[in-house]
C-alpha cells in the first residue's frame, strides 16, 4: 500500500496570507489527525477527522480549520497567517474504527516558512 | 489532563552499546495504550512499540523493548546494540483506551548513536 502522502512539502507564505495543506491517507484509513511539530512546542494536536467529522480539536486559535472528504483525504487551512505558524505540520492515518490504540501512520509533512 | 515528561532532551550511545529513554506520564485513567515513535533526521515519523496498559508483559520488538512500571506510571524504552540508523528523535505518547481523546506526545529525547 502506498503511504500517507501530503502535499505540497515545502510552503513559503507571506504574513496575512492563507494556505491550505492537504493530506492523502493510506488506502482503507478513515481516521486522520494532523499535528503541528515546531523545536519549540513539539508536537501539538490540530484535530482528527473520522468518516468526515471532527471527533476532535487541540487549542488553536479558529484560524486553524480543517475537513475530510468521503474518501478519506484531508485539507486543513490556516487564514491570516502569522510568523509562528512556521512549523512541520504532519498529517497521521490509522483505520481507527473501535481500537483507539491502532498505530498511527505519518506522511514526511509540509514545512511551513512564513516571512 | 493527561501529560507525558521525556526528561532527557538529548542523549548519546555508542555503537552496539544499550540505551535507555524515560518517560513518565500522568493519569486517572486505567486503561490506555503506550507508544514511542520513532523520528529520523528529515524522514517520517514510525512506530517503534505500543503497550496497552492492561497487558503486564513488556512489549518488545526486535533490539527494542520497554519497561512498563503502571503504578509508577513509568514507560521507558531500552534499544539493545545500537545502531547508527537508531539516530533520531524518539516520542513517548498517550492514549485512552475507550475514548476520543487525542493522542498525547512527550517533548522528544533526541538520540546519537556515535561511531
Known amino acids: 500500500k502506498a503511504g500517507v502522502t501530503q502535499t505540497p512539502r515545502y510552503l513559503i507564505k507571506t504574513r496575512g496570507q492563507q494556505v491550505t495543506l492537504s493530506c492523502s491517507p493510506i488506502s482503507g484509513h478513515r481516521s486522520v489527525s494532523w499535528y503541528q511539530q515546531t523545536p519549540g512546542q513539539g508536537l501539538q494536536f490540530l484535530f482528527e477527522?473520522?468518516?468526515?467529522?471532527?471527533?476532535n480539536k487541540g487549542n488553536f486559535p479558529g484560524r486553524f480549520s480543517g475537513r475530510q472528504f468521503s474518501n478519506s483525504r484531508s485539507e486543513m487551512n490556516v487564514s491570516t497567517l502569522e510568523l509562528g505558524d512556521s512549523a512541520l505540520y504532519l498529517c497521521a492515518s490509522s483505520w481507527m474504527n473501535t481500537s483507539f490504540g491502532e498505530t498511527q501512520y505519518f506522511g514526511p509533512g509540509t514545512r511551513l516558512l512564513v516571512l | 489532563a493527561q501529560t507525558v515528561t521525556q526528561s532527557q532532551p538529548e542523549m548519546s550511545v555508542q555503537e552496539a552499546e544499550t540505551v535507555t529513554l524515560s518517560c513518565t506520564y500522568d493519569t486517572s485513567e486505567n486503561n490506555y495504550y503506550l507508544f514511542w515513535y520513532k523520528q529520523p533526521p528529515s524522514r517520517q515519523m514510525i512506530l517503534v512499540i505500543r503497550?496497552?496498559?492492561?497487558?503486564?508483559q513488556n512489549a518488545t520488538e526486535n533490539r527494542f523493548s520497554v519497561n512498563f512500571q503502571k503504578a509508577a506510571k513509568s514507560f521507558s524504552l531500552k534499544i539493545s546494540d545500537s545502531q547508527l540508523g537508531d539516530t533520531a528523535m524518539y516520542f513517548c505518547a498517550f492514549r485512552v483506551k475507550t475514548s476520543y481523546d487525542k493522542v498525547i506526545f512527550g517533548p522528544g529525547t533526541s538520540l546519537s548513536v556515535i561511531p
Open positions: 503497550q496497552e496498559a492492561y497487558k503486564q
Open positions: 477527522y473520522f468518516s468526515e467529522t471532527q471527533r
